[in-house]
């Protein structure tokens, strides 16, 4: 069984600025692809940005230059910095792993419970 559990979230004003972490905890060989998603009410869950195991990166259009993802592989931790928010950015964010079970095994997504980012203007 593994856990993905996110802390950091919370109310900032536009302009302001939070960190995101989330930790995958378990059985498990490894985790490949870790990433971060959203969702605001009534909105469809969007990628947000993710990171592969080697560190490279994938943003969504409306965060660029403004999120910045990273992870631990050590740790089995992957971090989002989230600077200039807006009100927009307001979402449920989830953390996302690609979760390897055993040597030699397929990846299965798995999510954390998520945590709630409100921006006010």
């Known amino acids: 069984q593994v856990q993905l559990v996110e802390s950091g979230g919370g109310l900032v004003q536009a302009g302001g600025s939070l960190s995101l972490s989330c930790a995958a905890s378990?059985?498990?060989?490894?985790?490949?692809?870790m990433g971060w998603y959203r969702q605001a009410p009534g909105k469809k869950r969007e990628m947000v940005a993710t990171i592969t195991q080697d560190g490279r990166t994938n943003y969504a259009d409306s965060v660029k230059g403004r999120f910045t993802i990273s992870r631990d592989n050590a740790k089995n931790t992957v971090y989002l910095r989230m600077n200039s928010l807006k009100p927009e950015d307001t979402a449920e964010y989830y953390c996302?792993?690609?979760?390897?079970?055993?040597?030699?095994?397929?990846?299965?997504?798995?999510w954390g419970q998520g945590t709630q980012v409100t921006v006010s203007s």
């Open positions: 378990g059985s498990f060989v490894s985790v490949n692809v």
């Open positions: 996302n792993g690609q979760i390897k079970f055993r040597i030699g095994g397929g990846l299965y997504d798995q």
